[in-house]
């Protein structure tokens, strides 16, 4: 256990990590959308991220108001969903796992599809690595919300590879009910970044 808990990242370095991955998320993940929601558990790591992007975005492609907005997740999950839904964004990011459990990501990820869905919103979404991971490829959702996704005009991903040193962005297609991402953009990252990924594991179940 001991050994466990010292490989795991610092909550110092966690927040680094998601500065670092979150310009790249605001560079590529969200290149090319013009209104965009990020929805967010409401920890440190997650909101390090949604802001960390935010920034990227803003400063990559230009500030104006109402361009990008973070939305805590919640108890009122469907609230925002309608919120979003009735202020026309054209992209919607979903930032989980940062201080949760992945069998949580996975719930929390299937309720905000489901939100999303009831209140009719029908643009991007834009998904993290680690919502990737916990839903198996998104082989958990339940049988609305995989129909759900996939009905969706553009599903994006962002992956990592610490060994090669590379980030990826994916647009994720759908062969039947089976995603598959292809690439559209990758960045070289630098040996720091790769280390912090090494490190950066989820707690435990």
């Not at 062969?175 to 912090?196: F, R, W």
């Amino acid at each position: 256990m001991a050994g466990e808990t010292s490989s795991r990242a610092s909550l110092e370095q966690e927040v680094y990590l998601r500065a670092l991955t979150g310009r790249l998320v605001g560079i590529y993940e969200f290149q090319g959308f013009k209104k965009i929601a990020i929805i967010s558990y409401p920890d440190r790591i997650c909101e390090s991220i949604s802001a960390a992007a935010a920034v990227a975005y803003l400063d990559k492609y230009g500030y104006s108001e109402n361009k990008i907005n973070v939305f805590d997740y919640d108890n009122d999950i469907n609230k925002t969903a309608e919120k979003i839904t009735r202020e026309n964004y054209d992209a919607v990011y979903i930032a989980l796992g940062g201080e949760q459990k992945m069998s949580d990501v996975a719930k929390m990820f299937n309720s905000t599809l489901t939100a999303l869905k009831n209140a009719g919103y029908k643009h991007a979404l834009l998904i993290h690595v680690r919502t990737w991971l916990a839903t198996k490829q998104l082989s958990t959702l339940d049988e609305s919300s995989m129909e759900y996704i996939m009905s969706l005009p553009e599903v994006r991903l962002f992956t990592a590879d610490p060994s090669a040193k590379k980030f990826f962005f994916h647009n994720v297609k759908f062969d039947g009910k089976k995603p598959k991402p292809e690439k559209y953009a990758e960045e070289d990252i630098t040996q720091e970044h790769a280390n912090l990924l090494k490190i950066s594991l989820p707690p435990p179940e």
